[in-house]
């Protein structure tokens, strides 16, 4: 089953709403075919959105609820109404990529809406797709967050001799990472099968993998 994003709240900052990676997921369950069609049916059935946030394919994951809820409390700030938005998104769930002929026709948003949902974080533009994404807040911080978490987590385990340090002595260093929330990186190592992990007397064991 594909674990709920409210679960990251232990360990991701508020200053981020609730989404996970798609990688995370395959923590969970080792059948990574099966995960993707779990994640494909819960975007039909409008369960959950997938977000690029600029990675090369929908790599984001949020609860639908929550993101509407989200976009329930900005677009009113504004001026705009979440209704339609809510309304034709809730339509067209499976769909990532919006042109400006649907923003303006299918949301009826006009250019000012548009430079107004850009300039607040919910739209992103693609110059080289020409379409519109409808995001998140700060996401770019995210994303660069755990891209630099990733790298100083593995250079740190690179440094250990054995190549592995312990779950528990990760989170006590001083990793640039802990305004994102280190255990929201290791996750996504771990599913993206950068680092292994080991349960041991000591508390979980994390390992770096050595790409073939």
Avoid: W
Avoid at 14 to 25: A, N, Q, W
């Amino acid at each position: 089953a594909v674990v709920s994003t409210q679960s990251t709240g232990a360990f991701l900052s508020d200053r981020f709403p609730r989404v996970i990676t798609r990688s995370m997921l395959y923590c969970f369950d080792e059948n990574r075919t099966q995960t993707d069609r779990d994640v494909n049916a819960l975007v039909s059935k409008n369960k959950i959105r997938l977000f690029t946030l600029r990675s090369p394919s929908p790599s984001f994951i949020m609860v639908t609820t929550t993101y509407f809820d989200l976009l329930r409390a900005e677009l009113p700030q504004l001026n705009l109404s979440a209704g339609k938005v809510i309304e034709t998104l809730s339509r067209l769930s499976e769909q990532t990529f919006f042109s400006a002929v649907e923003l303006k026709g299918k949301f009826c948003l006009s250019d000012d809406s548009i430079r107004a949902l850009m300039n607040a974080g919910l739209l992103a533009y693609y110059p080289g797709r020409s379409n519109y994404e409808f995001s998140i807040p700060n996401s770019a911080s995210l994303v660069d967050g755990l891209n630099k978490g990733k790298t100083e987590i593995l250079r740190t385990l690179r440094m250990c001799s054995s190549k592995e340090i312990l779950e528990n002595d990760l989170l006590l260093m001083k990793l640039r990472c802990k305004n994102l929330g280190i255990k929201y990186v290791i996750y996504d190592l771990i599913g993206s099968q950068s680092v292994s992990v080991q349960i041991t007397g000591m508390g979980n064991l994390i390992k770096h993998k050595e790409k073939n």
